[in-house]
């Protein structure tokens, strides 16, 4: 055994003691984080034991969901030290249509900025029950962008299962994914398609470089939203793959929305180690 084989066994022994965002990753290597809409009723009564137990089960990366709109620039920059402390990041937050609203777009960007993330996703648009209306859903999208792009932050916009329905001959998510430019991410639900009939890998695709975010949720026919992910319908190698060579994939975000509410941390852990099973 030469010098240079110890330096580096004993480097990497090191490094598993550091907090994560400071350990070596391997090269090319797509971080996994969780939708904190997962663990909602545990978020709720204590944020920081919370986030402390999905950083301790192993996720790299939080996203927040609405709730976070309402905090204060300040509760932003205890979030911010919280995560850093950890050595995990929010890269992305997901909010209701109000935050991309020209007059609660600026309040959105300053707690964004504050706590790191480079994302603001719109979740839901509302009922729409027109192409035109959704034509005027991607107008909103494209002049967000437009505003982030000089900060270095994107926008986006995250799938449920109505976007695949038809209205007036055409789906809304091929509406907003031609009318809005490759700055707006298409931040892909991949359970939400499986059930709407969508083929997730089909859809990643045909929209290169613009799945730079992903909701890994599952569905089967018979659990619906029950199922864990790793454990429904969802054929996640051929995701994986389409995502990470055609999609322009940034980081993944597990979610898990169904099942007991006094479970929803044990869930979180099963699917990370799901995750740990399928990706190694």
Known sequence: MDATT???R?????????????????AGKVP??????????????????????????????????????????GKASEVRKLLDDLGIRCLSTHNGSNAL????????????????????????????????????????????????????????FHNHAAEWKSVDGKRPMDILASSTTKDVVLQLDVGTALEAGTDPVAWINSNPGRIKSMHCKDWSPNGGYAVVFGEGAAPWPKIFEAAESVGGI?????????????????????CFANWKRLRG
């Open 32 to 73: 996994v984080g969780i939708e904190l809409y997962s663990v909602r009723d545990f978020l709720a009564k204590d944020l920081e034991g919370t986030v402390r137990a999905v950083a301790k089960i192993g996720y790299e990366v939080v996203e927040f969901y609405s709730p976070y709109y309402d905090w204060t620039p």
């Open 101 to 156: 609203a020209p007059e609660g777009l600026q309040k959105a960007i300053e707690l964004n900025q504050v706590i790191g993330s480079k994302s603001i996703v719109m979740a839901s648009a509302g009922e729409v029950p027109t192409a035109d209306g959704w034509k005027a859903v991607a107008d909103r999208l494209n002049a967000a962008a437009e505003k982030l792009k000089p900060l270095g932050m994107t926008t986006g």
């Open 10 to 26: 004993t480097f990497l022994a090191l490094a598993g003691t550091l907090p994560l965002a400071m350990r070596p990753r391997a």
């Open 6 to 8: 110890l330096s580096r």
């Open 250 to 270: 940034e980081h993944y975000l597990i979610e898990q929305e169904a099942g007991p509410a006094d479970q929803q941390l044990q869930r979180a852990e099963k």
